[in-house]
Nanobody, 123 residues
Framework: QAQLMESGGGLVQPGGSLRLSCVAS????????MGWYRQAPGKERELVAT???????NYADSVKGRFTVSRDDAKNTVYLQMNALKPDDTAVYYC?????????????????WGQGTQVTVSS
């Protein structure tokens, strides 16, 4: 089993920046794709950005050029640098990882979610 913990959310003015972090812990053997999703009130959860184990990235059109996803495999951590924030970016942000765990000699790959961190962009 593995657990994810996000941090870095908060209240920021339009045009400001925030950096989200998400660290994985547990019986981790390897981490494949990492990413960030968000869910605004009354809307479905949507993809923000993902990064593969090889470093390939994918972004939602709405955040391209403003957000940057990165990872530190030594720390089992994924980051989301958010610049030029807009009120439409207000949402709960969730990290997501595909993690291979190993326990009692048995390897399993699971899809894990963090609890979410609130990002509010408002003047």
């Amino acid at each position: 089993q593995a657990q994810l913990m996000e941090s870095g959310g908060g209240l920021v003015q339009p045009g400001g920046s925030l950096r989200l972090s998400c660290v994985a812990s547990g019986n981790i053997f390897d981490i494949y794709r990492m990413g960030w999703y968000r869910q605004a009130p009354g809307k479905e959860r949507e993809l923000v950005a993902t990064i593969t184990g090889g470093g390939s990235t994918n972004y939602a059109d709405s955040v391209k050029g403003r957000f940057t996803v990165s990872r530190d495999d030594a720390k089992n951590t994924v980051y989301l640098q958010m610049n030029a924030l807009k009120p439409d970016d207000t949402a709960v942000y969730y990290c997501n990882m595909n993690i291979q765990t190993k326990q009692d000699g048995v390897a399993r790959v699971g899809n894990y979610w963090g609890q979410g961190t609130q990002v509010t962009v408002s003047s």
